[in-house]
């Protein structure tokens, strides 16, 4: 099964009075059914807002509203350090929390509509979160966690009739139809075949999409990547693998080293890595990593470390097939001059983390002697 990523609306500074109007008075008013729907930019500080935000309210004339954090970001402005926009605007609700717990926590059952009303959470608000931040329904999400259990329980040894009444199959064809449409084979064939487990995560610079296998984190992007589809599709192909919902341990692992990283306390990471690819793309990702926290180098020194000075735009083009970021820290690349060069997550996060890293450099290596 290829995973789809659908592709969101037009990204603009908002430029109608009157709907610059209205969401200056949800604003005012911290109407909390407005957070994600706009980003108010305060032209006096230089910082943007959700809708929320328990900070002092800025006069109308020195805010303009943008649709998504990004180009509030691409336009200079910095996120809140109160209400924390690239966070909180796209974290998932409580609800869709709660809803994600109740799969993750019964992987051998569907979860009905009724079990979710029983559980204080609206099915229909559940299907249009998935929609609009997974690109999938919420009911292919449990097909997918379910099946990867499944799957899982195959491995151990365990009769694919008992594991598909297990998995709240009525019938084994059932449960070989969807097993093959997002596996790609019958349940008792191939086993040993790979398998591309994906979920989703938040950051302070924004949400991101994270992928791995059972050897290491295969994919960390975030959500709004230009390629990301194309990127989706091509692992898959390398890997000769599906792409299922689901978590593992490397996820779990680098979930907890994000936090530590973003919040200052950790510099380098220790998950494991997949990184299919030429020889020449993997040696330069390695040398990526070799450039210390806090700093930066520019494709001519990494072409030169590599022994072949001459191979600045293949350097170039390898940083850019990176699929793994952050991680494996493209972003400390810049040009020769010193100029911050292209960023798949755009310029503005690249800065972000530059910004972060120098600030935190010195407290981690005075942690570390």
């Known amino acids: 099964m290829s995973v789809i990523i659908q592709k969101t609306d037009k990204r603009i500074?908002?430029?109608?009075?009157?709907?610059?109007?209205?969401?200056?008075?949800?604003?005012?008013?911290?109407?909390?059914?407005?957070?994600?729907?706009f980003f108010v930019a305060v032209k006096t500080t230089s910082i943007f807002c959700i809708a929320t935000c328990r900070a002092r309210k800025p006069k109308r004339e020195n805010v303009e509203f943008y649709t998504h954090f990004k180009d509030a970001m691409d336009a200079g402005f910095r996120p809140c350090k109160v209400c924390r926009p690239t966070e909180n605007a796209h974290e998932a609700p409580y609800e869709v929390q709660a809803a994600m717990n109740l799969v993750r926590d019964c992987t051998k059952a569907k979860i009905t509509d009724q079990e979710l009303r029983e559980a204080g959470i609206r099915p229909i608000f559940v299907r249009r979160w998935f929609n609009q931040h997974y690109g999938m329904t919420f009911q292919t999400f449990q097909r997918m966690y379910r099946i990867n259990y499944a799957f899982q329980e195959l491995k151990t040894g365990k009769s694919?009739?008992?594991?598909?009444?297990?998995?709240?199959?009525?019938?084994?064809?059932?449960?070989?139809?969807?097993f093959k449409k997002l596996l790609g084979h019958a349940p008792t064939l191939n086993l040993e075949n790979a398998v591309i487990l994906f979920d989703?995560?938040?950051?302070?610079?924004?949400?991101?999409?994270?992928?791995?296998?059972?050897?290491?984190?295969?994919?960390?992007?975030?959500?709004?990547?230009?390629?990301?589809?194309?990127?989706f599709e091509d692992l898959q192909r390398r890997l000769k693998a599906p792409i299922v919902a689901g978590e593992n341990a490397h996820i779990k692992l680098l979930k907890l080293e994000l936090?530590?990283?973003f919040s200052g306390k950790r510099s380098d990471f220790s998950v494991p890595l997949h990184t299919p690819g030429t020889d020449f793309q993997n040696a330069v990702w390695q040398m990526l990593g070799t450039i210390p926290f806090g700093e930066t180098a520019s494709y001519q020194e990494q072409a030169t470390r590599l022994n072949n000075p001459k191979a600045v735009r293949a350097v170039a083009r390898a940083n850019g097939m990176n699929r793994i970021a952050i991680v494996i820290p493209c972003h400390r690349v810049i040009g020769k001059d010193g100029s911050l060069t292209g960023y798949a997550g755009g310029l503005e996060r690249k800065r972000w983390l530059l910004d972060h890293e120098k600030t935190h450099c010195h407290n981690l290596q005075g942690n570390s002697d």
Request: proline share 4%; hydrophobic share 35%; charged share 25%.
């Open 13 to 37: 500074l908002i430029t109608d009075k009157k709907q610059a109007d209205g969401y200056y008075q949800a604003l005012l008013n911290r109407e909390p059914s407005y957070v994600g729907v």
């Open 160 to 178: 694919a009739t008992n594991t598909a009444l297990d998995s709240g199959y009525d019938s084994l064809s059932g449960f070989g139809y969807t």
């Open 200 to 231: 989703r995560l938040t950051t302070p610079i924004g949400p991101m999409f994270v992928c791995a296998t059972d050897k290491g984190i295969c994919l960390l992007e975030f959500v709004d990547r230009r390629m990301l589809k194309t990127e």
């Open 259 to 261: 936090e530590e990283y």
